[in-house]
């Protein structure tokens, strides 16, 4: 009798303890972030809230995020993936620069469908494919890179640190 007792009041224990209610907005996660390997992975930017951010059934098809901030500025699009998920598209005819760090904010007065909001900015950067070296023909002083040059004759010259010899 005492088990069952004991039993019973363990199984009803969780639901007499009130729950931690969540009382403001929370971004999940924001990707991407860091340093990306090629510039593929930068094709969307995914914000992922902690609750809807847009009432649950059919999806707005046109999409503003006002509260949404990427800097250096970015054209492109925004659509909701689901009712947590913001999913923006950078506008293919105007791609991403190589090497280049970019911040993105969301902005504390984010509101969610319940009316929480956010308790303070967040952010989050990554930084788009920076050059590297391939290859390089030392007897040429040219190489080959993963993207192309701004020069004119197509490669990029090498110099090291000039030093100086007493003979």
Not at 46 to 72: K, N
Request: charged letters at 15%; proline letters at 9%; zero cysteines.
């Amino acid at each position: 009798m005492r088990i069952r007792y004991v039993v019973l009041v363990l199984a009803l224990l969780p639901a007499a303890v009130p729950a931690r209610a969540q009382t403001v907005l929370t971004v999940v996660t924001g990707q991407p972030t860091g340093e990306l390997a090629n510039l593929d992975q930068a094709a969307e930017v995914r914000v992922r809230f902690s609750e809807p951010m847009v009432p649950i059934g059919r999806l707005p098809d046109d999409v503003t995020a006002p509260f949404f901030s990427i800097r250096p500025a970015v054209a492109g699009t925004f659509r909701w993936a689901g009712p947590t998920l913001l999913v923006f598209t950078p506008d293919a005819k105007t791609p991403l620069l190589r090497a280049t760090r970019y911040d993105v904010t969301i902005a504390s007065n984010t509101t969610a469908v319940s009316g929480r909001t956010l308790g303070g900015p967040f952010s989050f950067s990554f930084t788009t494919p920076t050059v590297r070296l391939l290859q390089t023909h030392w007897y040429r002083l040219n190489g080959r890179f993963n993207q192309p040059s701004s020069s004119r004759s197509g490669s990029i010259s090498l110099s090291g640190p000039q030093t100086s010899r007493r003979t």
